[in-house]
């Protein structure tokens, strides 16, 4: 019963951050309409994902609970051990939990939103360097879109400062002016992480405040799609072409932890590809610096 009510919570919620995603962004600005919607629609798709899966985990966790039955009048005196015991386990059962997670290592996943800035760059076709940088030339250097994107690690028991994650993450942004290149990006990264446990107690022997970093290596998928043309002449013409790169993710940030299972995350990441992609003939190279503003939340199993 847990599951199927807290599955249905988690859909519903899902739906509902869509319909109000979709509804936000009818109010932006028309030229970038387009591209935030659907920077927010993926972000509301991962979200729904992963609210189903901490509804199929909090589900299995009330089922390994089990029933609590009422103790019988014929043995009074046995059940009120019973009861003594299980009143002192369960005094101690947050401690226990806290050292036998120490031991076994942490297992967690973060779920994170938040705003992508690409830095300009010099762009060069064929080869060749262009006047006109990467985004819009002299009149700005940065662009922004919002960021999502999913994180399940482990850090080990025996050193718990130390531990390894993946990443997952999208953002979709517009490119230069006359011609703007809608450029979808979506880094995966393998990262080395580091923390430091501060404010410490028996229930958090790792503490409440967990200062980290991470950096690791990423494959970065990249499509740029350039429109040229008008539609009312019948010229209009799209091309789009895919690169994959490898690249790099760094991130500095704080785990603030809010009870055993769920704690916050504040973050600043870096992100650094060089693509090149073939466009109407042309090969349009150039490098990207991205950095990334994020909060998140964070389930520790």
């Known amino acids: 019963m847990a599951k199927v009510l807290l599955g249905s919570l988690a859909g519903g919620l899902g739906g509902w951050l869509n319909a109000h995603m979709q509804t936000f962004t009818a109010s932006i600005v028309p030229a970038t309409t387009t591209i935030t919607k659907r920077s927010l629609t993926c972000i509301a798709t ?9 509804s199929l985990h909090a589900g299995a966790w009330a089922s390994d609970k089990g029933p609590v039955s ?8 046995s059940t009120s051990g019973s009861a003594q015991s299980a009143s002192a386990s369960q005094g101690t059962s947050a401690p226990e939990r806290g050292r036998t997670r120490t031991r076994r290592g942490e297992v967690f996943s973060d779920i994170y939103v938040g705003a992508a800035v690409t830095t300009d760059a010099t762009v060069t076709l064929d080869g060749i360097l262009q006047e006109e940088s990467l985004l819009c030339g002299a009149e700005c250097s940065s662009t922004k879109s919002p960021v999502g994107g999913l994180r399940v690690g482990w850090f080990a028991g025996r050193f718990p400062w130390l531990g390894v994650s ?4 999208v953002f ?7 011609n703007p ?3 979808n990006v979506i880094p995966i990264s393998a990262l080395l992480m580091f923390r430091a446990p501060l ?17 690791g290596p990423s494959l970065v998928f990249s499509t740029a799609k350039l429109a040229t043309g008008l539609a009312a002449t019948g010229t209009a013409r799209v091309d789009s072409d895919t690169s994959i790169d490898p690249g790099l993710d760094a991130r500095v940030g704080i785990r603030l932890i809010a009870s055993s299972w769920i704690s916050v995350i504040l973050e600043y990441r870096a992100t650094y590809f060089t ?10 190279a150039t490098s990207v610096w991205t950095n990334h503003y994020i909060i998140g939340l964070g389930i520790h199993y």
Request: aromatic residues 12%; proline residues 9%.
């Open 181 to 183: 290149y809608e450029v």
């Open 166 to 169: 993946g990443d997952f993450s």
């Open 275 to 284: 693509p090149a992609w073939q466009i109407q003939g042309r090969r349009v």
């Open 199 to 215: 404010v410490r107690s028996p229930e958090h022997p790792n503490g409440r405040a967990q200062p980290y970093l991470a950096i």
């Open 70 to 77: 009422a103790p019988s009048q014929g043995h009074s005196s």
């Open 172 to 178: 979709i942004q517009s490119w230069g002016i006359q």
């Open 46 to 54: 991962i979200t729904t994902v992963y609210l189903g899966t901490w």
